[in-house]
């Protein structure tokens, strides 16, 4: 746990050094000040406060005899303005030392979501497919703040309170030999029992923690899911069975936060009895050795301070072992490897490739180990439009994700103009493709900014141009701000067709040379299908494309068609010489009827 604790301050703490010192340095004045100022004082400057002036004089004007020299009335106002200085000095470096720690621990956690956040955006497609989105956003979200939490406030308290603790007993130790009764010192054997509680709920804090952030997870799918499925959900009268599911996942987070909360608070109890027992038996061994109020109270204000240190201290650790669990679960996504970089030294792409697209001995595999696409090799020349069809399951929307790497091949390699797409980086590659896929996905934002997507710094007449071309135009008349309108969470506001042609906007407007149709018009009603067909037709031409279809509607402007069967490309030519002699194509296409 400690590395894991100082791996993620190296990371995360070092950069903010300024911070951090400073975050020390208030902490020492804060300790020092409660642990030695408070004890010490009411050793040394209570007894001036009450000495009348007459009688034996009090330890600290013995130990300084200058003092001697000053007027009864000057000391005494000395004496009492020593008493909130102290605490003023305790107060001051409280307060600075809340405060930088409450600013270290928002640039902490500002940093670290960032890094998560951004190595998220760097896994691969594969690995965020196969988790749970609520659980990442747990991850993101929920425990990047308990690590914060650990990374700045426990850190801190595990520096300032072991130092008060230290100050303090030091203190104590002072105070106790002086008074000429070292049989007191029996009472060391509290502070060794108060440690007890802090060692032993610290397992058992860690492994609650651990389960309750994963059970935070859980609940978190289980809403983002309900969120996302809600028509699905009303249309079938689901509700019950999701309450269920809800209340279940609920429940067993509150399970194991009430043990989580039952471990932490029960150090405070112990500690406390331990402290009263210690002061307990103070008062006794002091009253039969003779000691006398202000000895017993200095003595008393430097063991509360220690006891209560050690508390704070115990409670810090405990949060550390709490927070073990968040730490493991960052670490899962930090330390998750991307087997798809970028090349260490990247061969340059021109500005705008021909399209030439070449599957050379292709094989592509999942993590199940079995192959998906086997042996692949077909060369597709620049400017020519391509239909994959086959059976579901069959390898076509694998293959043509291979272009963009969104999985990298097992075997044999992906050239784009010659180049292999593993040599180039992939922003510079994907610059190169437009893509649209059968969900229109879009962002929060305008529609005037969904467009420009396709081309950050896009001109207001590229924009224009580009919804021209994808008729995004004939349905702006009726949004409220027109092209300006702005939508809601995946395109709220628009028709599904509505948010399709947004869709052929945006890739309208990047211009790439070479473009993939993923089903673009499958969730589309017949006559939504023809009226965006056109536009599909359109924005085509002249560019190398792969159109990834179950309709065969879609290819009617195909030049080419492949026909995938279990992996294999199994027909490839025009329509016609494929309905004669390819007898799966033409089992496709007759069971949809002529084109």
């Known amino acids: 746990m400690i590395s894991r604790i100082l791996n993620f ?16 340095i208030t902490g020492l004045l804060t300790a020092a000040a409660s642990g030695l100022g408070v004890p010490l004082m009411v050793k040394f400057v209570f007894p001036i406060v009450f000495w009348d002036g007459a009688g034996e004089q009090p330890l600290l004007m013995q130990y300084i005899p200058s003092l001697q020299q000053i007027q009864h009335s000057t000391l005494l106002l000395l004496a009492c303005a020593s008493m909130p200085l102290v605490f003023a000095v305790r107060g ?180 406390e009895t331990v402290t009263a027992l210690a002061l307990s038996f103070l008062l006794i061994s002091g009253k039969q050795s003779g000691m006398g109020l202000e000895d ?97 399951g069959a390898g076509k929307t694998t293959f043509a994700n291979l272009i963009p ?23 510079d590659l994907r610059e190169q493709l437009a893509i649209v896929g059968q969900q229109a996905l879009l962002f929060s934002g305008s529609i005037k900014e969904n467009i420009a997507l396709g081309k950050p710094g896009a001109t207001e007449a590229q924009i224009q141009s580009a919804a021209n071309a994808a008729r995004v135009s004939i349905f702006l008349d009726n949004q409220p701000q027109g ?36 089903e673009a018009t499958a969730s589309l009603d017949a006559e939504s299908e023809r009226e965006i067909q056109q536009e599909l037709d359109s924005l085509a031409q002249g560019r190398t494309t792969l159109i990834v279809a179950h309709r065969f509607s879609t290819l009617r402007n195909a030049h080419r068609i492949l026909v995938f069967d279990h992996g294999r490309i199994v027909g490839d030519g025009p329509h016609d010489e494929l309905y004669a002699t390819c007898p799966l194509y033409k089992e496709l296409f007759d069971r949809q009827g002529a084109v």
């Open 405 to 427: 790497r969104f999985y990298e091949v097992t075997q044999g390699s992906v050239c784009v103009d010659g180049m292999d797409v593993r040599d180039v980086t992939m922003h």
């Open 92 to 271: 001051v470096a409280m307060w600075g030392n809340h405060v930088v720690v409450n600013v270290l621990g928002i640039r902490i956690l500002e940093s670290l979501r960032t890094t998560v956040f951004h190595h998220v955006q760097q896994l691969p497609i594969a690995y965020l497919e196969g988790q749970r989105k609520g659980d990442i956003v747990s991850r993101i979200v929920a425990d990047t703040g308990n690590v914060q939490n650990v990374l700045s406030h426990v850190a801190n308290d595990l520096v300032k309170q072991p130092i008060t603790c230290i100050c303090a007993f030091c203190a104590f130790l002072y105070l106790l030999f002086s008074t000429g009764s070292p049989e007191m010192a029996l009472v060391l054997l509290f502070i060794a029992l108060a440690a007890w509680p802090i060692i032993s709920f610290g397992k058992r804090i860690s492994m609650r923690a651990q389960q309750a952030q994963a059970e935070l997870g859980e609940l978190n799918t289980v809403v983002q899911q309900n969120l996302e499925t809600q028509r699905e959900i009303r249309a079938y009268a689901l509700e019950p069975r999701e309450i269920a599911d809800f209340a279940s996942a609920s429940v067993s987070y509150k399970r194991n936060l009430v043990k989580l909360v039952k471990y932490q608070r029960l150090i405070i109890p112990i500690m």
């Open 9 to 24: 301050s190296k990371l995360f703490l070092l950069p903010h050094l300024r911070w951090l010192i400073i975050t020390l």
């Open 483 to 518: 092209i300006d309108t702005v939508l809601g969470q995946g395109g709220a506001g628009l028709s599904g067709g509505q948010r399709q042609r947004v869709a052929i906007a945006r890739a309208f407007v990047k211009d790439a040379p070479i473009l993939i149709l993923d």
């Open 296 to 392: 017993f109270l200095a003595l008393a204000a430097a063991m509360f301070f220690t006891f209560d240190s050690m508390k704070k201290a115990g409670q810090a650790f405990n949060r550390m072992n709490e927070a073990q669990g968040s730490l493991m679960r960052l670490e899962e996504i930090l330390n998750e490897e991307n087997p798809i970089a970028d090349p260490q030294n990247p061969k340059q792409m021109p500005p705008r490739v021909r399209g030439d697209i070449d599957f050379r001995n292709v094989t592509f595999a999942y993590d199940t180990g079995k192959p998906v696409l086997k042996d692949i090799n077909i060369h597709i020349p620049a400017g020519q439009i391509v239909g994959l069809v086959g059976p579901s």
